[in-house]
């Protein structure tokens, strides 16, 4: 069991609150930033702690023995359980919430979306984001540009796409399947891709960020270029 600490939440109304959960983090990352939001909207009280992963902080042998994975997000539950990826501890979290349906045909639409952020959005909206802000112009991994940015393109219009129909990714309230893609999609510009192409999409991140409790990403403290 973890023991209670306090900590302060940023762009929380809380000051000084005992929380219990403990996510490994980085300012920089939008999968830390899905967790932090969702917390955020649920009201949930979680100590956030910074791996310097631009400087191998979440390969360390101590980082490891947490997530063998070796990446943030990873969460620790308040029974000290570990969980890590950042959509499996959306569901946790969301679990008997709005944001996440009871069994049935909802909530596998809703994972749909999780699995579709995995495979067919992040590779390619946000590793381009990372080769953006993180390598040097002449880096040989800019070459990668050219052909995840049209999967990107090509992810964010079927969002754009569904969202025509329905306010949300799943209909008329927000799930997690919202939290998980709006986390890079909002960012598109950072990585590569102009939203102005995706009027439905820019009009569903104007509602997202206008939801009670919403969190905005907190900015990196210095942004780091990686070898
Ligand atoms: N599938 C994972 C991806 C997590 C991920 O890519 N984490 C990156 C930061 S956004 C990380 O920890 N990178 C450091 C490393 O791989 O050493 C998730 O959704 O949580």
Same mark, same amino acid.
């Given at each position: 069991?973890?023991?209670?600490?306090?900590?302060?939440?940023?762009?929380?109304?809380?000051?000084?609150?005992?929380?219990?959960?403990?996510?490994?983090?980085?300012?920089?990352?939008?999968?830390?930033?899905?967790?932090?939001?969702?917390?955020?909207?649920?009201? =949930?009280?979680?100590?956030?702690?910074?791996?310097?992963?631009?400087?191998?902080?979440?390969?360390?042998?101590?980082?490891?023995?947490?997530?063998?994975?070796?990446?943030?997000?990873?969460?620790? =539950?308040?029974?000290?359980?570990?969980?890590?990826?950042?959509?499996?501890?959306?569901?946790?979290?969301?679990?008997?919430?709005?944001?996440?349906?009871?069994?049935?045909?909802?909530?596998?639409?809703?994972?749909?979306?999780?699995?579709?952020?995995?495979?067919?959005?992040?590779?390619?909206?946000?590793?381009? *984001?990372?080769?953006?802000?993180?390598?040097?112009?002449?880096?040989?991994? *800019? !070459?990668?540009?050219?052909?995840?940015?049209? *999967?990107?393109?090509?992810?964010?219009?079927?969002?754009?796409?569904?969202?025509?129909?329905?306010?949300?990714?799943?209909?008329?309230?927000?799930?997690?399947?919202?939290?998980?893609?709006?986390?890079?999609?909002?960012?598109?510009?950072?990585?590569?891709?102009?939203?102005?192409?995706?009027? !439905?999409?820019?009009?569903?991140?104007? *509602?997202?960020?206008?939801?009670?409790?919403?969190?905005?990403?907190?900015?990196?403290?210095?942004?780091?270029?990686?070898?």
């Amino acid at each position: 069991m973890l023991s209670q600490t306090f900590c302060q939440l940023e762009g929380s109304s809380r000051d000084v609150h005992p929380v219990d959960m403990l996510l490994y983090d980085n300012a920089e990352s939008a999968n830390g930033y899905k967790v932090r939001l969702l917390a955020s909207f649920l009201d =949930l009280p979680i100590e956030v702690r910074d791996v310097d992963i631009f400087s191998g902080g979440s390969r360390t042998e101590e980082f490891l023995a947490i997530n063998p994975f070796g990446q943030i997000p990873t969460l620790i =539950l308040d029974d000290g359980r570990i969980l890590p990826e950042s959509n499996a501890i959306l569901c946790h979290l969301a679990e008997g919430t709005p944001f996440l349906p009871t069994a049935g045909y909802d909530r596998s639409r809703v994972l749909s979306w999780l699995f579709f952020e995995q495979y067919s959005h992040e590779p390619y909206v946000a590793t381009p *984001r990372f080769i953006l802000r993180h390598t040097a112009p002449d880096h040989p991994r *800019r !070459a990668e540009l050219t052909w995840r940015l049209p *999967r990107g393109k090509r992810a964010i219009g079927v969002m754009d796409q569904t969202l025509n129909a329905t306010p949300f990714l799943h209909g008329e309230t927000p799930t997690v399947a919202d939290i998980a893609l709006f986390a890079y999609t909002h960012r598109g510009e950072e990585c590569g891709i102009d939203l102005g192409d995706f009027p !439905a999409v820019q009009r569903w991140i104007e *509602r997202v960020q206008c939801l009670p409790r919403f969190t905005p990403m907190r900015p990196p403290a210095e942004l780091k270029l990686v070898d």
